[in-house]
């Protein structure tokens, strides 16, 4: 991890406040689904207008903890632009080297959840044996394992997410991409799901029920164009906003 700086709001536009404010309620959402790993895993966005640039949490803080204020600006060539704070350095490989591959990406989420890290060990991973998995097949990849803060692995992920959006990390968690945050949430709820039947389906002494092939695949294009929908998770995402308003917290300062 590395020392940096914290921005004040009088030096930030309209815009990176709202990122800000919309990327702290993710965290606080993440937090209520429980996908946090205490302090680790981490979650990023764009800053619109500014597309070399992406918020991150505050390396320490609890997922509950964390405000539009609080989280971290820098950069994708490791610049940071705040007065103190410290950012994860797993955390800037893997998000800069998505953002560096992708410039139609503008949320990255990453878990370590028991279930999505119980898939990532399995060499077979996620079988087409469940609705929740339909959603995401189509759009599924498999990124081996690498060094976390290494250049090598950086742009090895790079690659890896050039070629879907909903990504396994072998022997260490999930991952996924979206061009909005509701879209990246929306991707890792099915993308979590998923991986909650198939480590259960796993565990009962009984072969699991086919899919047909046909099936499988009018699932997929159905749900491709519901992803290239600009909406794409945004019901999901207000229902969500919802259910941490009403814990009475303000992430929104």
Same mark, same amino acid.
């Given at each position: 991890m590395d020392t940096v700086m914290q921005s004040d709001k009088q030096d930030m536009t309209e815009a990176e406040w709202q990122a800000r404010c919309d990327l702290a309620a993710l965290y606080r959402i993440t937090d209520l689904f429980g996908w946090t790993d205490t302090i680790d895993t981490h979650m990023t966005v764009r800053i619109p207008g500014e597309p070399k640039c992406f918020l991150i949490n505050n390396y320490g803080d609890l997922f509950? !903890?964390?405000?539009?204020?609080?989280? =971290?600006?820098?950069?994708?060539?490791?610049? %940071?632009?705040?007065?103190?704070?410290?950012?994860?350095?797993?955390g800037f490989t893997i998000h800069s080297g998505v953002y560096k591959a992708r410039p139609d990406a503008n949320c990255v989420m990453h878990t370590h959840t028991r279930a999505g890290t119980g898939v990532s060990v399995l060499k077979k991973g996620i079988r087409p044996i469940s609705q929740d998995a339909l959603s995401v097949y189509d759009d599924l990849v498999y990124h081996e394992y690498g060094m976390?803060?290494?250049? !090598?692995?950086?742009?090895?992920?790079? =690659?890896?997410?050039?070629?879907?959006?909903? %990504?396994?990390?072998?022997?260490?968690?999930l991952l996924t991409v979206g061009g909005t945050i509701p879209g990246a949430l929306r991707r890792m709820y099915m993308l979590e799901r998923a991986c909650e039947v198939e480590v259960i389906a796993r565990s009962l002494d009984e072969e699991a029920a086919?899919?047909?092939?046909?099936?499988?695949?009018?699932?997929?294009?159905?749900?491709?164009?519901?992803?290239a929908n600009p909406e794409y998770g945004m019901t999901?995402?207000?229902?969500?906003?919802?259910?941490?308003?009403?814990?009475?917290?303000?992430?929104?300062?």
């Open positions: 509950d !903890e964390i405000t539009a204020s609080s989280l =971290v600006k820098m950069d994708i060539d490791g610049n %940071v632009y705040a007065k103190d704070g410290k950012f994860n350095a797993a976390p803060t290494s250049q !090598e692995e950086c742009d090895a992920l790079g =690659v890896s997410c050039q070629h879907g959006n909903s %990504v396994v990390l072998r022997n260490h968690g086919p899919i047909e092939e046909d099936v499988i695949r009018q699932y997929g294009e159905r749900a491709k164009q519901q992803r999901y995402w207000k229902a969500a906003l919802r259910q941490i308003e009403g814990k009475g917290t303000d992430w929104r300062q």
